[in-house]
């Protein structure tokens, strides 16, 4: 890219090569100065990568580690695939199990005005509950079906966004390269005029030229080396952009490699609007977000569906005494009162036999074992209660339309995701046209703007002859200068239009175009998509 350079005599004469020491030194200055921010920046900094020569794929495999837009969206993924587990984690049971134990003292509880004994003695307390439920309807169903295609177009808008980045990396690396040049243009530029202000001095001071040439060759130097300026400044303005895109700061600076060729463009226009629609990571983006909105019309349109469900629960309870004398009292007095109670019968069937026949009321009677049995049974043993299995059917009746507005807005948005993907394609059609015109366009362009550059080198070389002999002006020499500076500065132009617009092609085709550009490797894979 940089074959602008003239064929002039390079080298300075000793009054230029004053000239430029002079700036060499200035420039010394302003590397210390910049040497020392550079050092208190690595010192506080955080994001600082070490990268002395940059080339396009890495600047791009740089981007996709550390561009924070993009790792915002490619976050998106994770949360995406867990969607679907849960998706399909609906048609499992739901399981809830629960458990407690709890102390209650003896004596008498209040509440308000009112007094309730509460026993004479502690007690200890547990229990335990699991329980399953299992649901399904259309929701379950075709919920599965909805979280997938969610979840792949949750991926292709991630591969969207990738090949997007790409591009902007890509087209910023094509406008520091072109920076890159401009300087070198207006380096060489401010040296040439170094070279012209030393044959003008030498005529001056023979007594072959006015005085005022020497003035106007200062003047036209000093004019350079402005100009120089600007092109650094706007250098290190697109290296700063550059890393904005790349996510990172690079410690010590970078430069940028890589060199691309202009090459005729041999593309055929039915060719790369079938190819962009086949395979654009927008347009599958937009494809798969429209099936998307598909699969949720669907499961919207399952809530008519009728809806199954079985539960069940497993549970028990324990309970524990912890004054066994208080056991026995309550033994004992269970049993006195069922000995009361038989006895009464007895003396009712003494007056009326038919009413009630006599038994033995000995058998109620307390015993040791009867008492011992009860302190046996005062564990917290667990007592399971039996098992109850429910299974039902519920089927939507009327609930107010509103199933049928989330259909009607799910349709809707079924339809708008169509006419996004007919509108994408439509524009990708158009871009596509336009890009593949700029392209040619710039491919003749910078064949006429090569010839131009070396008519105008060869016209400067002759202006300097005829002017060191005398045969011509001071103005024609300048003339002859600002030429070349206007060819090489076009030819610059017409190369880097080229190659911009060939990103904007690419962009628009949704591939890589560019022969031989490494971009199909594993650091560009993205662009194929």
């Known amino acids: 890219m940089r074959d602008f350079q003239t064929q002039a005599n390079r080298r300075p004469s000793p009054k230029g090569a004053r000239v430029a020491k002079t700036a060499q030194h200035k420039t010394a200055q302003h590397s210390l100065a910049g040497l020392l921010g550079f050092l208190l920046l690595t010192f506080f900094a955080t994001a600082l990568v070490a990268q002395e020569s940059l080339t396009l794929s890495e600047a791009i495999r740089i981007a996709k580690e550390n561009n924070p837009n993009f790792l915002q969206q490619a976050n998106n993924q994770g949360a995406a695939d867990w969607g679907v587990r849960q998706a399909y984690g609906s048609l499992l049971p739901r399981v809830t199990a629960s458990a407690g134990a709890s102390f209650r003292e003896a004596g008498v509880e209040r509440v308000g005005t009112q007094s309730f004994s509460a026993g004479s003695t502690d007690y200890y307390q547990s229990f335990y509950n699991l329980g399953f439920n299992w649901q399904l309807n259309g929701n379950t169903i075709y919920g599965m079906s909805t979280a997938r295609a969610n979840s792949a177009a949750t991926h292709a808008g991630i591969e969207a966004a990738e090949f997007n980045l790409q591009q902007l990396v890509t087209l910023q690396y094509m406008t520091l390269l072109r920076a890159r040049d401009a300087e070198e243009v207006a380096r060489e530029s401010w040296e040439r005029s170094i070279q012209n202000h030393e044959?003008?001095?030498?005529?001056?001071?023979?007594?072959?030229?006015?005085?005022?040439?020497?003035?106007?060759?200062?003047?036209?130097?000093?004019?350079?080396?402005?100009?120089?300026?600007?092109?650094?400044?706007?250098?290190?303005?697109?290296?700063?952009?550059?890393?904005?895109?790349?996510?990172?700061?690079?410690?010590?600076?970078?430069?940028?490699?890589?060199?691309?060729?202009?090459?005729?463009?041999?593309?055929?226009?039915?060719?790369?609007?079938?190819?962009?629609?086949?395979?654009?990571?927008?347009?599958?983006?937009?494809?798969?977000?429209?099936?998307?909105?598909?699969?949720?019309?669907?499961?919207?349109?399952?809530?008519?569906?009728?809806?199954?469900?079985?539960?069940?629960?497993?549970?028990?309870?324990?309970?524990?005494?912890?004054?066994?004398?208080?056991?026995?009292?309550?033994?004992?007095?269970?049993?006195?009162?069922?000995?009361?109670?038989?006895?009464?019968?007895?003396?009712?069937?003494?007056?009326?036999?038919?009413?009630?026949?006599?038994?033995?009321?000995?058998?109620?009677?307390?015993?040791?074992?009867?008492?011992?049995?009860?302190?046996?049974?005062?564990?917290?043993?667990?007592?399971?209660?039996?098992?109850?299995?429910?299974?039902?059917?519920?089927?939507?009746?009327f609930s107010g339309f509103s199933r049928q507005v989330q259909v009607e807005q799910a349709q809707a948005a079924e339809k708008d995701a169509q006419l996004s993907r007919r509108a994408e394609e439509l524009r990708l059609r158009t871009a596509i046209t336009q890009a593949l015109d700029a392209v040619q366009s710039a491919y003749r362009s910078h064949d006429i703007e090569q010839r131009n550059l070396s008519l105008a080198q060869a016209n400067l070389n002759t202006a300097r002859q005829r002017y060191e002999v005398g045969n011509t002006s001071i103005l024609e020499l300048m003339d002859a200068e600002t030429s070349l500076q206007t060819a090489q500065r076009d030819y610059l132009n017409s190369a880097y239009t080229f190659h911009q617009s060939l990103v904007v092609l690419e962009a628009a085709t949704g591939r890589t175009l560019r022969p031989g550009t490494g971009m199909d490797d594993e650091d560009g894979e993205g662009a194929e998509g």
Not at 233 to 246: D, G, I, N, S, T
Not at 254 to 267: I, K, L, T
Not at 379 to 389: A, E, G, M, R, V
Request: glycine fraction near 6%; include cysteine.
């Open 199 to 397: 044959i003008v001095t030498t005529r001056v001071s023979s007594g072959f030229a006015a005085g005022s040439d020497g003035q106007q060759a200062e003047v036209d130097m000093g004019r350079a080396e402005v100009a120089l300026l600007r092109a650094e400044q706007l250098h290190r303005a697109e290296k700063a952009r550059l890393m904005e895109q790349m996510g990172v700061m690079v410690e010590g600076g970078f430069e940028a490699v890589d060199e691309f060729e202009v090459f005729q463009p041999e593309w055929q226009l039915d060719e790369l609007i079938s190819d962009a629609m086949a395979l654009h990571p927008s347009l599958r983006s937009m494809q798969a977000s429209e099936r998307a909105a598909g699969a949720t019309v669907r499961q919207a349109q399952s809530a008519y569906l009728p809806t199954l469900t079985f539960s069940t629960n497993l549970n028990g309870f324990a309970q524990k005494a912890l004054n066994n004398e208080f056991v026995l009292q309550q033994v004992q007095s269970g049993a006195a009162s069922q000995m009361a109670s038989c006895q009464r019968n007895n003396a009712l069937s003494a007056i009326d036999s038919q009413l009630w026949s006599p038994s033995d009321c000995s058998r109620f009677a307390y015993t040791d074992d009867l008492g011992q049995q009860a302190l046996a049974l005062n564990t917290l043993s667990f007592d399971k209660n039996p098992i109850q299995l429910n299974l039902g059917i519920s089927i939507p009746v």
